[in-house]
């Protein structure tokens, strides 16, 4: 049984990096190509960003594969050696948060290469170290505050309850449900400063576009996003009476009026059709696959690892293998969700009036340029990784004439230029 889930998680790793290896091979003829929506200069930029950030993809499913044979190696075993508690429910706390503050300090090189690296080469990053230490620091603190609790609470169903899966399954849907509740609120009170919307005519105009769908809000608030990151971006957060519009201020100082109502009016199309319930559905589906498998593997596996099934184990190994289900499931989700978002635009057009699509596919045009996003991608990539239809797409279902552009940059042969 270890054997066959190794194998699983290695086939998983080897997909995962020639997804990569033919997105970059694609991209690096692409870009040689007739410019596509951006300047020749822009389009350049903007391949020359993606392939990097495929190759640092690639190096971090090499690690993340190493980590994961040396946990299943002896990781976890010298864990359990070296953690000992009289309190059995605080060692199972302390081996599984031990395992996440591991894996979230193998990280931090990556993480601070893509920020400060990467990112600044390409004029994204707006952050100093400082703030990043701050950041991650805060991150740190959360995770293990919160992480514990969550970690405590499964601890107690799986002694507590035979069908201890179902029960654990409902206990971190509900969890997720929570996060996403509270999740602008914890947003504003560690990382943004966010503040509320000071243009009275825009800020009017919003909640015009809010009452036509029926959208409810506590307010519309700006985010300081740009001490960070030069990137574009919105977000509508919470449930009930207390969502919140959030708007970057790089996404105001960007976008005109029309084109910033036209993504709101679009973000307000998931809203009227549902789509955030759809998702959560969806999230719903994976975990509780995770835990139908995870809450009935053999005891031989446990044999085989040299351990005693108890419940830290079994929540290191599911915590391994998300990162696989979630492969799986992504095509799925991703098929699901690019629907959602040709309906979004479609409602979003519709809510702008006349010339609703214009200033939609404009404010698209603005967000490839801004956000240097390259708008070609292998069809492979797209499959697996794409929760968005490909921008072109998107703008021929706005009506956009896009027959000038050149097809051969979009029918580029797959070459693996790594």
């Known amino acids: 049984m270890l054997t066959l889930m190794i194998g699983i998680y290695s086939m998983y790793v080897l997909v995962n990096i020639y997804v990569s290896v ?186 015009e576009l809010m009452d036509k769908t029926g959208f409810v809000s506590s307010g519309v608030f700006v985010s300081d996003a740009s001490k960070r990151d030069a990137r574009l971006n919105a977000y509508f957060g919470g449930f009930g009476k207390a969502k919140r519009v959030v708007l970057f201020d790089t996404l105001i100082e960007k976008l005109s009026t029309k084109e910033l109502l036209a993504v709101l009016g679009h973000e307000l199309g998931h809203f009227a059709h549902g789509d955030i319930y759809k998702n959560i559905a969806l999230v719903g589906g994976m975990l509780f696959a995770m835990f139908v498998i995870f809450g009935n593997l053999p005891e031989s596996l446990y044999l085989e690892l040299g ?57 698209l045009k603005k967000l490839v340029t801004e956000n240097k996003s390259f708008p070609l991608s292998h069809p492979l990539y797209i499959f697996f990784h794409y929760t968005h239809p490909p921008v072109l797409e998107r703008l021929k279902e706005l009506g956009v004439d896009i027959k000038d552009i050149d097809k051969t940059a979009m029918e580029g042969t797959c070459q693996a230029e790594v």
């Open 307 to 363: 351990i005693s099934k108890e419940p830290y184990l079994v929540m290191i190994l599911l915590l391994l293998f998300m990162p696989v289900l979630g492969f799986i499931m992504m095509p799925i989700m991703g098929i699901v969700s690019r629907h959602n978002e040709y309906e979004a635009d479609k409602t979003g057009s519709e809510l702008g009036g006349p010339a609703g699509a214009i200033e939609l596919a404009n404010a």
């Open 22 to 207: 033919m997105q970059i091979g694609y991209i690096n003829i692409a870009k040689k190509q007739k410019a596509v929506l951006l300047s020749d200069t822009k389009f350049l930029i903007a391949g020359n960003y993606a392939v990097a950030k495929e190759k640092l993809s690639i190096v971090n499913s090499f690690v993340d594969y190493l980590v994961f044979i040396a946990w299943l190696g002896f990781g976890i075993k010298y864990l359990n050696a070296h953690l000992l508690f009289d309190n059995e429910a605080m060692r199972n706390v302390a081996i599984v948060m031990s395992f996440l503050v591991i894996n979230s300090i193998i990280s931090l090189p990556f993480s601070y290469y893509e920020k400060f690296v990467l990112d600044g080469d390409f004029g994204f990053n707006k952050s100093t170290l400082s703030q990043w230490i701050k950041d991650t620091v805060i991150s740190f603190v959360m995770t293990i505050v919160l992480g514990s609790l969550v970690v405590w609470g499964i601890y107690l169903i799986i002694t507590s309850f035979t069908l201890w899966w179902l029960w654990s399954f409902v206990f971190i849907f509900g969890v997720v449900i929570l996060i996403n509740m509270l999740y602008p609120a914890f947003r504003a009170m560690f990382f943004d400063k966010l503040t509320p919307l000071q243009d009275e005519e825009l800020d009017e105009a919003i909640k």
